[in-house]
């Protein structure tokens, strides 16, 4: 593969909290290829947020870091902040969850697009507002011009989450990284951000990761998903492939909880029983097992690691389990 | 907006003229009369002297006769200091305690704000302990005692800068007063700005300013300045009232020339009308910060605008 | 409950700040009643041999006179014993009152406590020492009207306290117990209202006790307080702030003083009230 946009290898961040030590992420390796649309899902807690928080150096401040994370070749974590400003928010950027307490309240929407390219191409603050302008209306937000003198308030929060797509986009980026951008919307409006994400795609091709609990919201724009648990991933594969034969018990369990308009109609909702393993606790063996149907001894005393799964058609895949399911 | 501040203006003059009103008739109703330091007067001297300052008519007479002359600026004479009326010595005085209180609440702001964001900023580390115990010393120990000290210090020690005495258009008999003065408010204002920035630093939309790549000092200024001024604001008219108190102590220690110590004399004499002028011009200058302050809520806060 | 103090004790023990503030307070205080004993001179005689002495460990006046001979270590501790005085009982009536005001305003609700509220937010904007001179000038300058403004000073804050803890203390179970019981009003707030406010109200406590300290040197400073011949550490400071150039150390060993006990009430307060915070650093 040409150098991947984004090579994370053996990432581990840890949070110091009153004198105990906390597993946020555990030896955790990915890649994106450039234009590639990868999800990562999993459940809070997973740790698939703090992954990116470590690469765009957003970690809070007890917080430890092992491993590489490189961006277009270059070494993010061990870079001085100069240097990774250059890279943040021109290159490589980072989309939020809650789009109403994301944007500063007492600036304009234009003003929080402009900066971005006053800051990274020197541009003049005239020239950077009318790119705002531009880039407002290309991700479909009416009466633009208007819009831009209108603080963050004053805006739905469909409006404001596509304004901070546009505010990512600026510097035409290599890689967007989107934390749950659909999660604080209403459900109608979701479909849209996700309509509008993949117009983006297509118009930029930018590389895209897409962080979400919700399998079924990343289901049409994802190229790969990848699935953490515990702060590990355990399952990797092509989006479809995943969708349609998931391996690993987690991810089967988890596609049995997309309520379907299609699908039977169920007594009682399907879901997963148990809690995921509390932050601190470093379970033997695997820390899916407590909750796992397909749980054995040997799943309880040795942690199963992720390996490559023979598959005949599409992409490489991995799972982390000692009995995958296979069908 | 322009709205919302006219109701508030429309909201003031009642207040004023309430505080007028009632302080005018406490005075009045006070025991014992104007004269009654001077050596006993005969009934006669003292009757012309009450006809000469009208207080021998109807107290409503008196009422109406004081709020025509302050509608003219002028609060009456002086029972006390014979040769000046009021107006004059308001007149005098008041430019210099102005200056001095303007010099001190400006270097309370311009020294607080920053310090206050660099302790946030290098929280836990020696120079955020060590700021924020002198914060504490600043706000224990009474002007009454800084002043002193600081004269003793570099006054009579150092010789470096004049105890007492006012030359108009000097620095040097600026500096220690203004700096007394500004010391209690300074370190309120430190602490204060170091709580909201602290908070501020882990909130949602300076994480995505950092992530925008903007620099610190911009995140700082532009993103974070605003709210994390908003205690600060709120505790501007506190800090004027407690400059105001201040400058009562520092004028009478430090010799200047100001109203602050006409306050004390007015008091110690039982001097009415001085008395009564000086509440009305510090009640006037902390209802036109209340106004100030209301206006600078709006800039800080956009959100504040849209709710009148 | 009883677990939140001591967790709060735990976290005040591990505060050495704090601590040190504390003990520094009860020497001082535990100085100006048998301080006396250490040294025979009295705070009132003139000594006309040694005028305006300077400090001595040596000599009998450890600490100097001042300008009528007066031993100043004496004196000091008389000023601060006169101003400790008058800030305890001024605390003890303004927390009595702040208490009251605010237990009643905030179990009554409704409008009493609106009209309440609005009387308490009109008197915090008022800078106290104006109405203090104001007082001054109506009823002329008496210990009687000293101890009245001092005592206005801290209830303000202490009222909205205890009506904001009251307003969520009414509307529990155990009021509604009371009040089906057929208990009096006054009974409930007395019984059961109070109990329950007595955390915050030693934390502001600690914060209003300096203030009022502070106030009363504030007034004597000017001669709106004691007056002579009585001595608070305020009048002391005067005096001293008079003699600067030539006798310092009538300013410095009253002002040292007056400075420290604010100071170690004040550590010591902060420290309390991070102690009782429930919110982490």
């Not at chain 1, 890649?31 to 990868?38: H, I, L, N, S, T």
């Not at chain 3, 007082?135 to 300058?141: A, E, K, P, Q």
Request: net charge neutral; hydrophobic share 50%; glycine share 8%.
């Amino acid at each position: 593969m040409a150098t991947p946009t984004l090579n994370v290898e053996d990432l581990s961040v840890d949070f110091t909290h009153r004198g105990t030590r906390i597993s946020a992420v555990r030896q955790v390796s990915l890649q994106v290829a450039p234009g590639e649309c990868v999800a990562i899902v999993g459940e809070s807690g997973s740790g698939k947020t703090q992954v990116f928080m470590a690469a765009m150096g957003l970690l809070a401040g007890n917080a430890s870091v092992d491993g590489r994370v490189c961006f277009e070749g270059a070494d993010l974590l061990g870079t001085e902040p100069a240097q990774l400003n250059r890279v943040r928010g021109s290159k490589l950027t980072m989309i939020f969850q809650d789009p109403m307490t994301s944007l500063t309240p007492h600036l304009k929407i234009g003003q929080q697009l402009a900066e971005v390219l006053v800051c990274h191409r020197q541009a003049t603050w005239g020239e950077a507002m009318s790119a705002a302008r531009r880039m407002l209306e290309r991700v479909r937000v009416p009466e633009a011009a208007r819009r831009l003198n209108q603080y963050p308030h004053e805006l739905s929060g469909g409006l404001r989450q596509r304004a901070m797509i546009g505010m990512s986009l600026m510097c035409d980026p290599a890689l967007v990284i989107a934390d749950e951008p659909t999660t604080a919307l209403d459900v109608t409006v979701q479909a849209q951000i996700i309509d509008l994400l993949r117009a983006m795609r297509a118009e930029l091709s930018m590389a895209l990761v897409l962080i979400s609990h919700d399998l079924g919201v990343v289901a049409g724009l994802a190229d790969r998903i990848l699935v953490m648990y515990a702060g590990r991933i355990v399952e990797n594969a092509g989006a479809a492939q995943l969708l349609r034969q998931p391996r690993h018990p987690y991810t089967a369990e988890l596609l049995k909880c997309i309520p379907s308009v299609t699908g039977p109609r169920w007594e009682r909702l399907p879901n997963l029983p148990g809690q995921p393993p509390q932050a601190g606790d470093s379970p033997a063996g695997c820390a899916f097992a407590p909750r796992c149907p397909r749980a054995a001894d040997r799943c309880r005393s040795e942690r199963p690691l992720l390996q490559a799964s023979a598959d005949t058609d599409g992409p490489a895949r991995g799972v982390a389990c000692h009995f995958p399911v296979l069908t | 907006m322009l709205r919302y501040f006219l109701t508030r203006l429309a909201g003031a003059v009642p207040t004023l003229f309430i505080i007028v009103t009632i302080s005018f008739f406490l005075i009045r109703a006070a025991p014992g009369g104007p004269f009654d330091q001077e050596q006993t007067l005969p009934p006669e001297i003292l009757a012309n002297l009450e006809n000469a300052y009208g207080l021998d008519q109807p107290i409503w007479t008196q009422y109406g006769r004081y709020l025509a002359a302050l509608a003219h600026g002028d609060f009456g004479p002086s029972f006390k200091y014979k040769d000046f009326s009021v107006t004059e010595l308001i007149g005098q005085g008041f430019p210099v305690t102005f200056e001095i209180g303007s010099i001190a609440i400006l270097l309370a702001l311009m020294l607080g704000i920053p310090i206050g964001t660099f302790a946030a900023l290098r929280h836990n580390s020696a120079a955020d302990y060590v700021s924020m115990t002198l914060a504490v010393v600043g706000v224990a120990i009474p002007t009454f005692v800084v002043l002193p000290f600081l004269g003793l210090l570099f006054g009579i020690y150092l010789h470096w800068l004049p105890v007492a005495g006012w030359e108009p258009g000097s620095i040097r008999h600026l500096l220690l007063p203004t700096i007394a003065l500004a010391l209690p408010p300074l370190s309120v204002i430190a602490r204060l700005v170091r709580a909201s920035m602290l908070e501020l630093l882990s909130s949602p939309f300076i994480r995505t300013a950092f992530a925008k790549g903007l620099p610190l000092h911009t995140v700082i200024l532009r993103h974070a300045m605003r709210p994390a001024l908003l205690p600060v604001a709120s505790f501007l008219v506190p800090a004027v009232a407690s400059i105001m108190t201040g400058s009562l102590v520092v004028e009478s220690i430090a010799g200047l020339p100001g109203i602050g110590r006409y306050m004390v004399q007015g008091a110690l004499n039982r001097d009415y009308t001085l008395v009564l002028g000086m509440v009305i011009i510090y009640s006037t200058l902390l209802i036109v910060m209340g106004l100030l302050v209301d206006l600078l809520y709006a800039w800080l806060d956009p959100r504040v605008r849209f709710e009148r | 409950m009883s677990s939140l103090l001591e967790d709060a004790a735990r976290r005040l023990r591990s505060n050495p700040a704090a601590l040190g503030a504390l003990i520094v307070f009860v020497c001082l205080v535990a100085l100006t009643f048998i301080g006396p004993w250490f040294n025979a001179n009295a705070g009132d005689t003139l000594d006309w041999s040694h005028v305006a002495a300077h400090p001595a460990l040596q000599s009998a006046h450890w600490f100097g006179t001042d300008r009528l001979g007066r031993d100043l270590y004496a004196r000091t501790l008389e000023g601060a014993r006169v101003s400790l005085a008058v800030g305890l009982v001024a605390s003890a009536v303004s927390l009595l009152v702040g208490i009251g005001y605010g237990a009643i305003a905030g179990y009554l609700g409704g409008r009493t406590d609106h009209a309440m509220m609005r009387i308490i937010e009109i008197l915090s904007g008022l800078p106290l020492i104006f109405f203090v001179i104001f007082l001054t000038v109506i009823f002329g300058r008496s210990e009687y009207l000293l101890f009245l403004s001092i005592g206005a000073v801290g209830w303000l804050t202490m009222a909205r306290i205890v009506r904001g803890q009251t307003l969520s203390i009414r509307r529990r179970e155990y009021i509604e117990a009371a009040v089906a019981s057929g208990a009096s009003t006054g009974r409930i707030i007395v019984k059961h209202v109070i109990p329950n406010v007595i955390g915050p109200v030693v934390v502001y406590a600690t914060l209003t006790v300096p203030q009022i300290i502070m106030f009363e040197s504030f007034l004597s400073f000017l001669g709106l307080g004691i007056q002579e011949p009585h001595a608070s550490l305020g009048t002391l400071i005067a005096e001293g702030a008079g003699e600067m150039e030539a006798a310092p150390w009538i300013l410095l060993v009253p002002g040292g003083f007056l400075a420290l006990l604010l100071l170690s009430l004040n550590i010591f307060g902060d420290g309390l009230r991070d102690a009782l915070d429930a919110t982490e650093p």
